[in-house]
């Protein structure tokens, strides 16, 4: 999950704006305004593969992540 977050981060995502995307091995598989769904379409693509749900939001976002010492 952590490799997952650190891609999304960094990934343009923009073209996907405002929607659900459901990744897996750090790829977009499915996007749509329904979460249910973008998830479903990846399971059945993907059958076995753990599946990460993110919702991309509109504009701009900082993402900060903290980092232990």
């Known amino acids: ?5 650190d891609w999304f981060t960094k ?3 923009s073209k996907y ?3 659900y995307v459901s990744i897996v091995d750090r790829k977009v598989v499915s996007a ?3 979460p ?7 399971k059945e693509k993907c059958p076995g593969k ?7 939001p509109p504009g701009e ?9």
Request: cysteine-free.
């Open 50 to 56: 753990e599946v990460v749900l993110w919702k991309v």
């Open 61 to 69: 976002t900082f993402i900060f992540q903290l980092k232990e010492k």
């Open 32 to 34: 749509n305004e329904d």
């Open 11 to 13: 990934a343009d995502l």
């Open 36 to 42: 249910e769904k973008a998830y479903e379409i990846a």
């Open 17 to 19: 704006e405002d929607r």
């Open 1 to 5: 999950m952590d490799e997952t977050f």
